[in-house]
């Protein structure tokens, strides 16, 4: 070998280097991807209505939608009769949110903590989640109104799976070693759970708590379709039947704020309790439903 | 078996650990572990050493408390071991160190589980005591994810001592070690039990370490798990890694290698 490097090396430079290959995209900054892809976007979409090839009722122009995001905007900021649909849209998120919130971590811990819940409780819970739960929405009209009440609850309905899952997965998180050494010490079972089980758990707490924020927009939604009422689902609703295809669209994006909102309030409080496990890209969700 | 090999000279040490006739079955075949005897005194290192899935560790969980033997009775200080015990100590393969915890509470958590916050926060000056123990002085803030692996096992082993147990049980605690960084934490290992005269049963599968660290070395065979020979290791202490090149040592390896091989087809 040494014979070889000696006789070659003559005549060239002392470093002899080579470059790695990366991807130009890798080299620049993310919110140039971002902004290019959205630019993208939005030509193309402006070249589809530009060719007439499809009616504007059908899809409206880019800069029709934009102006009326900016009327919604307008709207709402001063006050208007948008206001007050999207607080009811609102009170119905935060509200299912609070329930599902309540009765999922209830129903974890029965599941994840019990042997009871694991092996009576469980398989009643999974046979409900495969079920198709929007089906359940004429049902919440029969017993609670048109009002609030039943868009609640089935926004709660909707997203309190994942939160049973993750509450009663991370409850079984904690492995073998860790258990081992808190008996060795003598823990008492509320010891364990409050010192082992629900830290360690709280990792996958978080994830059903992220899947369940952005859920629970969709059942408020999915609410005030099938069970009218005063939300932005029902302005939706009304805008489609007068082809307002626009307004639509910026209804859409609004509504992507409030869930954007929860999505991010949950991320946030993952980020201070979880402190231990901040990764870089916390804001995407990680969809495991391993215990289910 | 002699206990000749006690350091103790002249008389015999009081017995720590006694078990009599220790079985373990599970479920209705699966006989884990086979009638085994074996007494543990003051200030002696013993080993038990087999194959995988022999019951060493079963064993070992017997003798926490952790589990209970299907027959047969064990002894500690006296006083018949019905669950996990204040005086013991142990350590696993994993430090398992919690990652939400300073490397100071991680030692502390056996006293703020048995005696509560206020005494833990009591014994904050003995667990710095035991950090700069073990070199780790400086660590006390430190949470988990910034040791490396050799320090977390020497946080591991600062919280086993926290509550100053009389006997040390010790499940592979540095098989997860380079071997470099094990043989060193071998040695503080035998520093520290020496230091305290605490009595330590260690389960492994490295004859080298059993016999460079023990009194006396149990050699297991694999279903049902048994004791087929203690081995009295007559070597001086304190034991030195440089021992290992001994005649003594080598035949000492190679009498625990032909058992551990004959009871592998037996």
Same mark, same amino acid.
């Given at each position: 070998?040494?014979?070889?490097?000696?006789?070659?090396?003559?005549?060239?430079?002392?470093?002899?280097?080579?470059?790695?290959?990366?991807?130009?995209?890798?080299?620049?900054?993310?919110?140039?991807?971002?902004?290019?892809?959205?630019?993208?976007?939005?030509?193309?979409?402006?070249?589809?209505?530009?060719?007439? $090839?499809?009616?504007?009722?059908?899809?409206?122009?880019?800069?029709?939608?934009?102006?009326?995001?900016?009327?919604?905007?307008?709207?709402?900021?001063?006050?208007?009769?948008?206001?007050?649909?999207?607080?009811?849209? &609102?009170?119905?998120?935060?509200?299912?949110?609070?329930?599902?919130?309540?009765?999922?971590?209830?129903?974890?811990?029965?599941?994840?903590?019990?042997?009871?819940?694991?092996?009576?409780?469980?398989?009643?819970?999974?046979?409900?989640?495969?079920?198709?739960?929007?089906?359940?929405?004429?049902?919440?009209?029969?017993?609670?109104?048109?009002?609030?009440?039943?868009?609640?609850?089935?926004?709660?309905?909707?997203?309190?799976?994942?939160?049973?899952?993750?509450?009663?997965?991370?409850?079984?998180?904690?492995?073998?070693?860790?258990?081992?050494?808190?008996?060795?010490?003598?823990?008492?079972?509320?010891?364990?759970?409050?010192?082992?089980?629900?830290?360690?758990?709280?990792?996958?707490?978080?994830?059903?708590?992220?899947?369940?924020?952005?859920?629970?927009?969709?059942?408020? $939604? &999915?609410?005030?379709?099938?069970?009218?009422?005063?939300?932005?689902?029902?302005?939706?609703?009304?805008?489609?039947?007068?082809?307002?295809?626009?307004?639509?669209?910026?209804?859409?994006?609004?509504?992507?704020?409030?869930?954007?909102?929860?999505?991010?309030?949950?991320?946030?409080?993952?980020?201070?309790?979880?402190?231990?496990?901040?990764?870089?890209?916390?804001?995407?969700?990680?969809?495991?439903?391993?215990?289910? | 078996?002699?206990?000749?090999?006690?350091?103790?000279?002249?008389?015999?040490?009081?017995?720590?650990?006694?078990?009599?006739?220790?079985?373990?079955?599970?479920?209705?075949?699966?006989?884990?572990?086979?009638?085994?005897?074996?007494?543990?005194?003051?200030?002696?290192?013993?080993?038990?050493?087999?194959?995988?899935?022999?019951?060493?560790?079963?064993?070992?969980?017997?003798?926490?408390?952790?589990?209970?033997?299907?027959?047969?009775?064990?002894?500690?200080?006296?006083?018949?071991?019905?669950?996990?015990?204040?005086?013991?100590?142990?350590?696993?393969?994993?430090?398992?160190?919690?990652?939400? !915890?300073?490397? +100071?509470?991680?030692?502390?958590?056996?006293?703020?589980?048995?005696?509560?916050?206020?005494?833990?926060?009591?014994?904050?000056?003995?667990?710095?005591?035991?950090?700069?123990?073990?070199?780790?002085?400086?660590?006390?803030?430190?949470?988990?994810?910034?040791?490396?692996?050799?320090?977390?096992?020497?946080?591991?082993?600062?919280?086993?001592?926290?509550?100053?147990?009389?006997?040390?049980?010790?499940?592979?605690?540095?098989?997860?070690?380079?071997?470099?960084? !094990?043989?060193?934490?071998?040695?503080? +290992?035998?520093?520290?039990?020496?230091?305290?005269?605490?009595?330590?049963?260690?389960?492994?599968?490295?004859?080298?370490?059993?016999?460079?660290?023990?009194?006396?070395?149990?050699?297991?065979?694999?279903?049902?798990?048994?004791?087929?020979?203690?081995?009295?290791?007559?070597?001086?202490?304190?034991?030195?890694?440089?021992?290992?090149?001994?005649?003594?040592?080598?035949?000492?390896?190679?009498?625990?290698?032909?058992?551990?091989?004959?009871?592998?087809?037996?």
């Amino acid at each position: 070998m040494s014979q070889t490097a000696e006789t070659s090396s003559a005549g060239l430079p002392a470093d002899t280097v080579w470059a790695e290959k990366v991807s130009v995209t890798s080299k620049l900054p993310r919110w140039i991807l971002m902004l290019g892809l959205l630019a993208l976007f939005l030509g193309l979409w402006q070249g589809v209505t530009a060719s007439g $090839i499809v009616s504007p009722l059908i899809l409206p122009s880019p800069a029709d939608t934009i102006r009326d995001i900016g009327f919604v905007g307008r709207n709402l900021t001063s006050g208007d009769y948008m206001l007050p649909a999207l607080w009811v849209t &609102a009170s119905e998120v935060v509200w299912g949110f609070v329930l599902a919130l309540a009765i999922g971590v209830s129903l974890g811990v029965l599941v994840g903590e019990t042997s009871f819940g694991e092996r009576a409780v469980m398989p009643y819970i999974v046979a409900i989640d495969t079920m198709p739960k929007l089906a359940f929405a004429p049902l919440f009209v029969a017993w609670l109104g048109f009002g609030i009440m039943s868009k609640v609850a089935l926004a709660a309905f909707i997203s309190v799976f994942p939160i049973i899952v993750g509450t009663a997965a991370g409850l079984h998180a904690a492995d073998e070693n860790a258990r081992m050494l808190f008996k060795s010490i003598g823990a008492s079972r509320l010891q364990t759970l409050v010192k082992l089980k629900i830290p360690t758990g709280l990792p996958q707490f978080f994830t059903g708590l992220k899947i369940a924020a952005i859920s629970v927009v969709s059942g408020a $939604i &999915a609410g005030e379709f099938l069970g009218g009422g005063a939300g932005f689902g029902e302005l939706i609703r009304v805008a489609a039947s007068q082809l307002d295809t626009p307004r639509v669209f910026s209804l859409i994006i609004y509504l992507s704020l409030l869930g954007l909102a929860m999505f991010g309030l949950v991320s946030w409080l993952q980020y201070r309790f979880v402190f231990w496990q901040r990764s870089s890209n916390s804001i995407s969700a990680k969809t495991t439903r391993t215990a289910a | 078996m002699t206990l000749a090999s006690v350091a103790t000279a002249g008389h015999v040490a009081r017995p720590v650990y006694e078990l009599s006739r220790v079985s373990k079955v599970y479920g209705e075949r699966v006989v884990a572990l086979e009638s085994v005897d074996l007494t543990l005194r003051e200030g002696e290192f013993h080993s038990v050493i087999g194959s995988s899935g022999c019951g060493k560790s079963t064993l070992l969980k017997i003798m926490a408390g952790l589990t209970p033997p299907s027959k047969g009775r064990v002894m500690l200080a006296g006083t018949p071991v019905l669950g996990a015990r204040a005086d013991i100590g142990m350590m696993f393969q994993q430090a398992t160190l919690f990652p939400w !915890r300073t490397t +100071l509470q991680n030692i502390l958590l056996p006293i703020e589980v048995r005696e509560g916050r206020a005494a833990a926060e009591a014994a904050a000056q003995r667990a710095k005591s035991l950090l700069e123990l073990v070199g780790l002085k400086g660590f006390e803030t430190t949470y988990p994810s910034q040791l490396s692996g050799g320090m977390a096992q020497r946080a591991a082993i600062c919280r086993m001592l926290i509550s100053e147990p009389n006997v040390l049980l010790l499940d592979e605690p540095f098989s997860a070690l380079d071997e470099i960084t !094990r043989d060193f934490m071998n040695m503080e +290992l035998q520093r520290i039990c020496r230091e305290r005269n605490a009595s330590a049963f260690l389960v492994t599968h490295s004859i080298a370490e059993a016999v460079i660290l023990s009194d006396i070395v149990h050699v297991m065979s694999a279903r049902p798990g048994r004791i087929v020979r203690s081995i009295a290791i007559d070597l001086p202490r304190p034991r030195t890694l440089d021992m290992a090149t001994l005649p003594r040592f080598g035949a000492y390896v190679s009498e625990i290698r032909e058992l551990l091989d004959k009871g592998a087809f037996l």
